[in-house]
């Protein structure tokens, strides 16, 4: 008597329900990330009249509002603002890296007593709530004379940045064959020479990685920019808050939409080109062989 067997080639209904709920999963994440953004975006080229016309595609369309976020007529020096972000952004990241990689390699080649516990302080470090700085800090700085100055932001940045620095390229360091520094060690190198020429070289995904998110940390930053800059220094997350129009009483959300997408589009360009860089990096070292 012949036995029905099930066919394994015949797709399930899971199977055959797999594909669609991919999709739609994908398409909610989408919706939920870029939504706000894709809003913005509208809102920047619609005239400023139709502002809040819910219309979900681009109407009115108009250049108006960039050229009123750049308009210093009105007190706004947006065009500084991005400028002055660049520059505390860059700095930050620069530096952040360079104390970043020599404190990762050495948490992760070095044996020394105390080790685990510096690991600890500079996770705990990344919790610790900005807030509760900004009183010591701003008394910090307006003794030394450092309100308004590029410092005042750049050095409380690099705290911020530097533990998530050195968290990520620590766990890619201390996956590294630390075979191919031994074999150059073998060859003459000096430990400096090994570090620069062999494993430094292997880490490039993972420090492209950290210098990306350090530059947008940087930049995204507002509470501390807010108290210790000046006009004249002020990034433009403190330059959009600021922002003037017309009428004092009511924002200009238009001008406003425009310089937030002025912001947001290089961001997202940058991210979107090198994600596979990003995605690299933040997963090296994240499977043991």
Do not use: C
Not at 129 to 144: A, E, M, Y
């Amino acid at each position: 008597m012949a036995v029905a067997t099930k066919n394994p080639a015949a797709p399930s209904w899971t199977r055959r329900l797999r594909t669609p709920r991919l999709y739609f999963g994908v398409l909610i994440i989408l919706v939920w990330g870029l939504g706000p953004f894709y809003w913005m975006a509208v809102t920047a080229f619609r005239d400023p009249d139709y502002t809040f016309d819910n219309t979900p595609w681009p109407t009115h369309l108009t250049m108006e509002n960039f050229r009123n976020a750049f308009d210093t007529s009105r007190g706004n020096d947006f065009g500084r603002a991005l400028i002055n972000s660049f520059v505390i952004g860059s700095i930050t990241t620069v530096l952040a890296l360079i104390i970043g990689i020599f404190a990762a390699y050495a948490l992760a080649r070095l044996t020394f007593r105390g080790k685990y516990l510096v690991s600890g302080l500079i996770l705990s470090a990344s919790m610790f709530p900005v807030v509760v700085l900004v009183t010591p800090l701003f008394q910090l700085f307006t003794n030394i004379g450092w309100i308004g100055e590029y410092q005042a932001m750049i050095i409380p940045n690099i705290s911020f940045v530097l533990p998530m620095t050195v968290y990520i390229l620590a766990s890619f360091f201390t996956e590294l064959p630390w075979e191919l520094e031994e074999a150059a060690r073998i060859d003459g190198a000096s430990k400096l020479q090994a570090f620069r020429l062999v494993m430094l070289p292997l880490a490039a995904p993972a420090v492209f990685t950290t210098a990306i998110l350090a530059f947008i940390a940087a930049v995204n930053e507002y509470l501390l920019a807010r108290l210790l800059s000046s006009g004249s220094t002020e990034p433009v997350t403190v330059a959009i808050a600021r922002f003037s129009g017309n009428n004092p009483v009511v924002p200009p959300y238009a001008a406003i939409m425009a310089a937030g997408t002025i912001v947001t589009i290089p961001l997202v360009t940058m991210v979107l080109i090198f994600q596979r860089r990003i995605i690299s990096g933040l997963t090296a070292g994240g499977v043991k062989s």
